[in-house]
């Protein structure tokens, strides 16, 4: 069964350096998400994404983070310059069109900011 | 603010046995709502996804209601099995875009042998 990919599974980055997280989404979906889950807490939505641009955002995502469809295949989240708080696991979600349909989940990149 | 609150926070069972987990949620203006199954150190996976319109599905052991007038949800698992063992995630559509997820803070199920 086709499965969404994330790279790197953990990674440590020093405070204020830039940090891409990547993921290949399934193949035939068009709609691609950004989730995170601090360590204990719900997840969280970050943004949405649909025919090369953002089409939702929640208050986390500020200036500090993009996202970007570099290719037919990528789906990159980078975050600036990373803060201490930023310290959490990131899934990405891909989804087939039409409504009601479920978003298949990653694994996650486990992300820590030393 | 759009809220989607689970219960227990845990539970514990043993092997064979069935249980019921209960979401509540106050999530406007209503699309759909989701129950997910978080295995430790993996992604959701989406269990059933539920509009306003339908109020209970199946998928293999798992069942879940709706009740749109009263904003609830339950998710029955019959039979348990070891492999039950997972946090279980209400998770609510807020447009019909299903662009938003809101998630409840899930219910953490362990069965025992």
């Known amino acids: 069964e086709p499965e969404v990919t994330q790279t790197p599974s953990h990674q440590v980055t020093q405070m204020g350096q830039e940090v891409i997280l990547r993921c290949v989404p399934i193949?035939?979906?068009?709609?691609f998400y950004w989730y995170r889950q601090i360590l204990g807490q719900k997840v969280e939505f970050l943004v949405s994404?649909?025919?090369?641009?953002?089409?939702?955002k929640s208050e986390i995502f500020d200036d500090q983070f993009s996202v970007e469809r570099p290719d037919g295949s990528n789906f990159t989240l980078k975050i600036r310059s990373t803060k201490l708080e930023d310290s959490a696991m990131y899934f990405c979600?891909?989804?087939?069109?039409?409504?009601?349909?479920?978003?298949?989940f990653g694994d996650g990149t486990r992300l820590s900011i030393l | 603010k759009n809220q989607v609150e689970q219960s227990p926070q845990s539970l514990i069972i043993l092997e064979g046995k069935n249980c019921t987990l209960q979401?509540?949620?106050?999530?406007?203006?209503?699309?759909?709502l989701r129950w997910y199954k978080q295995d430790t150190g993996r992604g959701p996976v989406s269990l059933t996804i539920?509009?306003?319109?339908?109020n209970t599905k199946s998928n293999g052991r798992y069942t879940a209601t709706l009740d749109a007038d009263t904003k609830q949800s339950s998710l029955h698992i019959t039979a348990s099995q070891l492999s039950d063992s997972a946090s279980y995630i209400c998770?609510?559509?807020?447009?019909?875009?299903?662009?938003?997820?809101?998630f409840g803070t899930g219910t953490r199920l362990t069965i025992i042998p």
């Open positions: 994404f649909y025919n090369n641009e953002i089409s939702e």
């Open positions: 539920m509009t306003f319109s339908e």
């Open positions: 193949s035939n979906h068009l709609y």
């Open positions: 979401c509540n949620y106050t999530v406007s203006p209503f699309s759909n």
């Open positions: 998770v609510v559509s807020a447009n019909f875009g299903n662009e938003k997820l809101t």
């Open positions: 979600a891909s989804r087939e069109p039409g409504s009601n349909q479920p978003q298949h």
